[in-house]
């Protein structure tokens, strides 16, 4: 595949691709040292087929995506630890249940249905309802059996945050319109097929724009006392 070979390129020093995207793909590589696994990985989960038996699949197919994509973002802030990258799993699974909620209705349109078959067998719908848009109570049973997985993994990835640099959590902050929309899911009782689920918040930008300013806080916070520290540090030797 030509991304494959676009990666393996720039790990061995070869600039034989001259397209933008590969030039820029280089230069980050490059510059934050980026792990070559994590790349290939996303290239793989591109290539394999998406059919879910169980929300363990789920799962999986979420870490190929999603949670790797979160540890490459944690990697160019600079974070590649267990801790960092424990908090950015389970964001990443809790982003790939939310994916999979959110495509219900696109994929009915089109009469497709990727819900896993032990959903399905759970909750008493068939594809098909799903498809045709029957049996909506249901439905939501369906919508929020997954949506509770998703919601665990958001509470995992939340108190994990806390005992996080507090710079590594920009790299979380995809965790605000997660939790957003699960709240959204839950009001108007998880009819996916209700548009209102669906809509943007118009106060998204606002609240991500405030988390981040906590996260601000808590950087400079930590900067403050690490000054305060070394000064005392400094007075005590004279």
Known sequence: MWWRGVVEDVYQDKSTHKSPIALELAAVIKNYSLNKGFLLKLIEARLNPVTFNSLHDVEHA?????????FLTMEVLGYKSVETDHAASHLGRCEGHIALIRSIPLL?????????NTTLAKTGVSQT????????????DVVH????????????CEKLMADL????TYGLLPLTPAK???NRLQKYDFDIFNDRTLVRPPSLSFVLFKDSM??????????YAATMDYMKKQNSRR
């Open 214 to 223: 906590k996260v601000d806080m808590k950087c400079r916070v930590k900067r």
């Open 62 to 70: 979420a870490d190929s995506t999603y949670s790797t994509l979160n």
């Open 180 to 182: 957003m929309f699960l």
């Open 165 to 168: 640099p507090p710079r590594s």
């Open 129 to 140: 309802d799903i498809v045709r848009g029957n049996n909506r109570d249901k439905i939501k």
């Open 108 to 116: 009915a349109s089109k009469g497709a249905c990727l819900v896993p």
């Open 145 to 156: 059996d997954i949506a509770s997985s998703a919601h665990v993994h958001a509470e995992h």
